[in-house]
Nanobody, 126 residues
């Protein structure tokens, strides 16, 4: 199985930017489609962005389109989430996730992912 460790979270003012990283280890990284999800206190874990194994296909939640960018570097076993124009309501724990399913190039549903990191806290102040 693959192990995932997120980093890059922190405190940022509204309108600011952060870049999250998720380092993978344990198995061949390029075998996994990757995703980012976020979970605010008392709420469900929601889809943010996804990327296919080779990085050619991406998908985003409507709320982050045009502001967030997901990318990956298979040579470094890392997936990234660049977040711009952050809003206070986007304060949450951000988790990366991996799946080795091959039904489609990428996945936007939480239950399609089998491996999860512990998450990194992102706090956006108003």
């Amino acid at each position: 199985q693959v192990q995932l460790v997120e980093s890059g979270g922190g405190l940022v003012q509204a309108g600011g930017s952060l870049r999250l990283s998720c380092a993978a280890s344990g198995r061949t990284f390029s075998n996994y489609a990757m995703g980012w999800f976020r979970q605010a206190p008392g709420k469900e874990r929601d889809f943010v962005a996804a990327i296919s194994r080779g990085g050619l296909n991406t998908a985003y939640a409507d709320s982050v389109k045009g502001r967030f960018t997901i990318s990956r570097d298979n040579a470094k076993n890392t997936v990234y989430l660049e977040m711009n124009s952050l809003k206070p309501e986007e304060t949450a724990v951000y988790h990366c996730a991996a799946t080795d399913r091959r039904r489609t190039p990428l996945y936007v549903t939480r239950t399609d992912y089998d491996y999860w990191g512990q998450g990194t806290q992102v706090t956006v102040s108003s």
